[in-house]
């Protein structure tokens, strides 16, 4: 049975360079993340100011367990890390993974940055074997949700009580996921984006 083998690895186009997490990158990481506290209200867990160092710890320990891989984003254009995301909820013999634990700082987002993290996320997913990529976010979070539409994956409906966030609010989770066969059509969506920035 072929299991989806994914890898720590550099991911590069000419807009975003992803780089797994390292020591070396905690305190780009840490100035990255350490702004707008009301976008992280709404997050499962909080990076910003106080709560960076137990979020960087377990997003590490994820890491060593090979259940997660966080990749600090780095923006070609200035060269400063703008943000993080990661794979994580890595099931090989599934064939399965989510995109997420996404922030960018506010001058990063509405351009190249995130739609250039998803091309490069979901074609490293989908290179190491896997046949759905899942994509969930905060059922209260309409922006984001037409965000990962417009990526052209699929609602699959809402998880009640799913997640219970760091501020103590019992969640509804809106799931979407993009699968093998989608892949060619979301691919060739994203691609005609990017180059909208080119």
């Not at 960018?104 to 998803?118: D, T």
């Not at 989908?126 to 994509?135: H, M, P, Q, W, Y």
């Amino acid at each position: 049975m072929t299991r989806m083998a994914l890898s720590a690895a550099v991911l590069e186009d000419r807009f975003v360079r992803l780089e797994p997490f390292s020591e070396a990158l905690r305190e780009e990481v840490r100035a990255a993340l350490d702004c707008d506290p009301e976008a992280w209200e709404i997050m499962v867990g909080a990076a910003w100011g106080p709560h960076f160092d137990g979020w960087w710890a377990s997003a590490m320990a994820a890491m060593a367990s090979v259940s997660r891989i966080p990749w600090a984003v780095r923006e070609k254009a200035s060269g400063r890390v703008v943000g993080t995301t990661s794979l994580y909820e890595i099931k090989p013999d599934y064939r399965r993974c989510e995109i997420g634990s996404t922030f960018y700082r506010p001058e990063a987002r509405g351009g190249p940055v995130n739609p250039a993290c998803k091309r490069l996320l979901l074609g490293h997913a989908f290179d190491a074997g896997a046949v759905r990529v899942e994509i969930i976010t905060d059922a209260i979070n309409p922006g984001s949700q037409a965000a990962i539409r417009k990526l052209g994956a699929r609602d699959e409906g809402v998880l009640r009580k799913h997640k219970i966030t760091w501020t103590g609010r019992i969640r509804d989770t809106a799931q979407f996921a993009i699968l093998d066969e989608d892949w060619p059509e979301v691919r060739a969506r994203l691609e005609a984006r990017l180059v909208s920035y080119i």
